[in-house]
């Protein structure tokens, strides 16, 4: 059974710091990993895709990475401001016969908060 | 911007109630797909539907049901509603059955069981 674990739960940076997110998957067949953001009692915001023959991903400030032999992703945020402060979650799909599912197994969040 | 939509924004139900919630999927996109999220915790997955049936679902009881109509709009049904499924519920859209398209989120609905 596929079980997606995200370290830390919470994080409170000064405005202006690199951080970086961890996620861990037990399971190594998957066919995409996923990070959203959810802003407090909000819907997700997709952040970046990875696709499971990818190593990493860029957007803006954001870089993902993917490394399936360990069951590891990060995502790194550079200069880190106020406005990304949020709960950011990671979510796996997994393989299924004939392809993928539209199954995203979710990981429980990491509320990240940055002080001005 | 995602262009899925559901409705309505928040809801307070009884125990034993059923209830009814839509989504609209973003234009193009021909799947959907229901997400429960309970306070603190990761999203779960309840179904999907393409083209107007369930071809995948998530550990939840049959009270749990859906539909998708012939515009690829969804609704999910709870019947007999518990005091735990009080929580969030996503509903988001992709555009493509064998699940190849990134999925696209709406806003969700905020069910309260009283």
């Known amino acids: ?116 | 911007e995602t262009g899925v939509t559901q409705s309505p924004t928040h809801l307070i139900k009884t125990r034993g109630q059923q209830v009814t919630l839509r989504c609209s999927s973003q234009s193009g996109h021909n799947t959907v797909s229901w997400y429960q999220q309970a306070l603190g915790q990761g999203p779960q997955f309840i179904f999907q539907y393409y083209r107007e049936e369930e071809n995948g679902r998530g550990n939840f009881p049959p009270r749990f049901s859906g539909l998708q109509f012939p515009n690829y709009s969804s609704e999910l049904n709870v019947n007999a509603l518990e005091l735990d499924d009080s929580a969030l519920y996503l509903c988001a859209s992709s555009s493509s059955g064998r699940a190849i398209g990134e999925q696209y989120f709406g806003p969700g609905t905020r069910l309260t069981v009283t």
């Open chain 1, 1 to 116: 059974k596929q079980e997606v674990t995200q370290i830390p739960a919470a994080l409170s940076v000064p405005e202006g710091e690199n951080l970086v997110l961890n996620c861990s998957f037990t399971d190594s067949a998957i066919y995409n990993l996923q990070w959203f953001r959810q802003d407090p009692g909000k819907g997700l915001t997709s952040l970046l895709l990875i696709q499971s023959s990818q190593r990493e991903q860029t957007s803006g400030r954001l870089n993902a990475s993917l490394d399936k032999s360990s069951g590891r992703s990060t995502l790194y945020i550079a200069a880190s401001q106020p406005g990304d402060s949020a709960t950011y979650l990671c979510a796996v799909r997994l393989f299924n016969y004939g392809g993928a599912t539209n199954k995203l197994i979710f990981g429980t969040g990491t509320l990240l908060a940055v002080q001005p």
